[in-house]
């Protein structure tokens, strides 16, 4: 099958649309962060758009980049230096463009972070809470998946690495809560929301305590691991929308 070619403006105001990218108050701007050249046959995902994800971006002939952790975060030195430099000089010298979407991909009801870590994990999503319905909550499909210890070994199985939790192995499972990546803040929303066990990519040293007062589990199941899936599946959505090629590349992170 011959290989397609989409604009990057009409694939950028495609994501913008089906992202929704003006529903959410983000941390960085949404969409085309670096422009390269017009037209695109080779787009590489992955989670974050660190130089070595560059560096195989480059070894693929890319012409774009698809990533859900980009550049300009709020509050960041604005300072072309250091790491940034090499990053923006990979991208500029080889005229492939960056596409970046945080909250947009979390939120996507099928593409995104939170929708593909319910799939992988086999959990059916009942409801949503917090601001913009950033997170969700659900019961376990598979009923014989009853504990906190239960529900930790599943995740190793399908993630790849354990999760840390804070709770009682034993603890019986009701309603399940998740936010990928670093949304352990969002504990004291899932417990409003009547979670007794909460998911998330990272933790912090007062989470702990909330978990331990409160009675509902924390399980800090990794960033980069609990985020690797929207972007693939928003990748591979693009593929097949628009005919092009598409690569997803997994860049280990043990964060």
């Given amino acids: 099958m ?3 070619s989409v604009n990057r403006d009409v694939l950028a105001k495609f994501l913008a649309t089906e992202l929704q990218t003006a529903r959410s108050r983000d941390y960085c701007p949404n969409g085309v962060q670096v422009e390269g050249r017009d037209e ?3 787009i590489v995902s992955g989670v974050t758009a660190s130089l070595a994800l560059l560096e195989q971006a480059v070894l693929l002939k890319a012409d774009a980049v698809l990533v859900h952790h980009g550049y300009f975060w709020r509050g960041e030195d604005m300072r072309v230096i250091g790491q940034k430099h090499k990053r923006l000089k990979l991208l500029l010298g080889n005229d492939m463009s960056l596409f970046a ?3 947009p991909l979390d939120m996507h009801p099928t ?3 939170n929708a593909q870590l319910a799939k992988l994990l086999d959990i059916t999503p009942t409801a949503r809470f917090g601001e913009d319905d950033l997170g969700w909550l659900g019961q376990m499909t598979d009923e014989s998946i009853r504990t906190v210890g239960e529900l930790a070994k599943h995740i190793k199985r399908k993630l790849g690495r354990s999760p840390l939790y804070i709770g009682s192995a034993g ?5 399940v809560a998740w936010c990928t990546g670093a949304a352990q ?4 929303l899932a417990i409003s929301a009547g979670a007794s066990v909460y ?3 990272e933790i912090s040293e007062p989470t702990v305590h909330l978990a331990r007062e409160s009675g509902v589990a924390y399980l800090a199941c990794g960033h980069h691991a609990t985020e690797r899936y929207g972007v693939r599946a928003l990748g591979e959505y693009i593929a097949k929308e628009f005919g092009i090629a ?3 590349i997994d860049i280990d992170n043990p964060v």
Avoid: C, P, R, T
């Avoid at 803040?185 to 004291?188: K, Q, R």
């Fill in 199 to 201: 998911l998330s990519g």
């Fill in 2 to 4: 011959k290989v397609k």
């Fill in 40 to 42: 695109i046959k080779i």
């Fill in 101 to 103: 979407y945080h909250l």
């Fill in 111 to 113: 593409l995104g972070n």
């Fill in 246 to 248: 598409h690569h997803f």
């Fill in 171 to 175: 603890q019986a499972l009701g309603q």
């Fill in 185 to 188: 803040n969002m504990l004291e």
